[in-house]
C-alpha cells in the first residue's frame, strides 16, 4: 500500500508543477514511510510515496518497462503477481524488481488496456505511455483503492487523497452540498462520483480514465452484476464458494512482512483465520476490547477460538481516555467526512497494532454484504418485495384477483405491518440509527465558508430505490448498500485509518472472482429469509465452531457512551447548530482542517 500523485498537462508541465507533486507526495508520506520516487518529461509529472510489502530491497517506484517508455506508480497489491511472473517470464519478458507491481508493465506491452483484467488484487496505479503521450489511470474492481482527479486549467491532476489535490491545485474550492451532508445522513456518501468539492472527482471500481491530448475518456473495464446464472447443484455451490474463499485468503497472505488477522469473534474475522490456518500459514491474531464492562466486548470468543486453533493470539485494550485522545488524531487523516463511529476504536485499535510489529492486516469486511448478514437490510428488502407484490394485486378485477389477496393475506399476515416502506431512501428505512439526530441537527442549523453560508434545511438528501427484477428486492438493497455505505465509508475509513497509521488492510473476502461466483448464484441458494448468512454458515460448517456461527451479531462497534463523550467535547467550527451528534462533529471537523477560507 502507498501513495501515488501524477499531473498531466496539455501543453507543458511547469517548475510549479513538479514542486506541486512533490509537496503532494509529502502530505501522504504516513502511506510510505520506506521511501519516495519521482519521475516526469515535459507533458507528465508522476511522484510515489511506499509502504515496503513485497520486494523489500528492490521495489522502489516509479517502475518502469525494458526501453523505458513505460512509467508506472502503482498503490495496492496485485496478489497474483508470482502466477502473472511466471507466464511473462516464459513470453521473454525481463524483470528489474522484486515487487509485485512490476507484471502491470508487460501485461500492458502484452495487452494495452485489458491489462487490468489478468490482475487480482487492490490497487488503483497511474501508467505512462511515452509512445502515445497517454496517461492511463485505474481503480481495482470492488473499490478497495481510492484514486482522486480533478480536470483543471489546461491538465488533469490526480493523487491517492483528495486533500493533495485540494491543498496544491483548487485554490478556490466550490462546495458540494448534498456530497456533504449524504454521510452525515447515510454514513457514506451517495453518488460514487462526486466529492463535497465539485471541482474534485472520483474514479469508479471498476474504470479507467486514459488521458491524452484529447482529453479525458472514462472506460469501465468491469462492473459488478448479479447474473444468476450458476448451473451447479446447491452443494456444490458451497464447496466452490469455500474454494474461492480458501484461495483469497492464502493469496492475500502473501507477504514479506509480518502479517496478523484482525479477529472480532464474529464469523467473518474467524472464517479469515480458519481458512489461513487450513492453508498451513502461521496464524497470528489480534483481538480488541475495551475497559469495563460493554456488550462490544468479544474477546472472550475470540481468545477461546485462537486457542482451540492454535493461532498465536494478541490483544489490545481501549479506554474511554483513547477516544478521546483519537479523535483529533484520526481525522489528520481523513479527507472526507465519512462517518461510521467505529473509526475512532479502529484508529486506537490501528495504532497499538503498529506497536506489535506487524505491518499488514487481514480482516473480514465484505462478508456481510456478500452474505446476507445485517437483518435489517434483509427485512428492508422482504418488506419491499411484499409491498410490491401487495400492490401488483389491485385494482381487483374478478373473482380469482380477491382469492389471490386474501390468500396472499393468509401467507404473509406476520409481515404485513411491515410492508410499508416509501420508495425513497429518505426516512427511517435506512439509516435508521441516525435519522433523529440528523434531522434534530439540521434544523435551523447553517454551514459557513467565507462568505458563504448555507441553510442546510433546504437541501434534501434522498435516493431512489432502483429498478429491480420482482422478487429480487433484497439483491437491489444490498447492491446499493455495497455501493453506498460498504465502498464510501467502509472501505474509505479502512484505507485511510490504516495508512494513517503506515500499516496495509487487506480483505479476502472482497476478492472480485469471489464476488462473481456468488453473485451468479440463484437467490434461493444463498438466501434464507429471517436466518442471515445461513448459506455461509452451511460452507463454514467444521471449519467455524457453531458458537461463532450462530451467536448473536455484535460487531466491532464502539460503546455508545464513548462516542457520546467526543461529541459533546467538540465546538462547532463551520456549522452553527444547537444539536451536537458524532457524524456532524466530524463533518465540521475535516471542513474546519481542509477548506480554505
Known sequence: MCGINSIYRYTQISEHD?????????????????????????????????????????????????????????????????????????KGYVFSSDTDCEVILYLYELYGLDCVNHLRGMFAFCLYDVKKRQLIVARDRIGEERVYYAEIPCGVVVSSELKAILKEYIPQPQLNVEALLAPIRFTGGIDPRDTFVNQIKRVLPGEMLIINENGVQHKRYWQRRRTYDYSGSLEQSKQDTLNLMQEAVDLEMRSDVPVAVMLSGGVDSSAVAALAKRGGHEVHTITTGYTGSHAEDERNVARRFAKEQGFIYHEIELSEQDYINSFDELTAYLDEPMTDSTAIAQWAMFKKVKELGFKVLLGGMGGDELFYGYPAWNQLGDSLRLRREHEAIFPWKGREKKIHWMRFVAQNIRWILFAGYPHKLEDKSYGWWIHDDYYKFIKDATLTLGKETFRLEDYKIYKDFPPCEAGKEVDMIYDDCIDTVMTQAYLYLSDRLTMGCSLEGRSPLLDYKLFEHVMSLPLEYKYVQGKPKQYLKDVLAGIVPDYILYARKRGFTSPSSFITEVAQHYQYKCFRSDYKFYNAVLADKLLSQLWKQ
Not at 520506506?34 to 517506484?61: K, P
Not at 518497462?65 to 497489491?77: A, H, M, P
Open 18 to 90: 513538479k514542486e506541486n507533486i512533490k509537496a503532494m507526495n509529502h502530505e501522504m508520506h504516513y502511506r510510505g514511510p520506506d521511501g519516495e520516487g519521482y519521475w516526469n518529461n515535459e507533458v507528465c509529472a508522476m511522484a510515489h510515496t511506499r509502504l515496503s510489502i513485497i520486494g523489500l530491497q528492490n521495489g522502489s517506484q516509479p517502475l518502469f518497462n525494458q526501453d523505458k517508455s513505460l512509467i508506472l506508480v502503482c498503490n495496492g497489491e496485485i496478489y497474483n503477481y508470482k502466477e502473472l511472473k511466471q507466464e511473462l517470464l516464459v
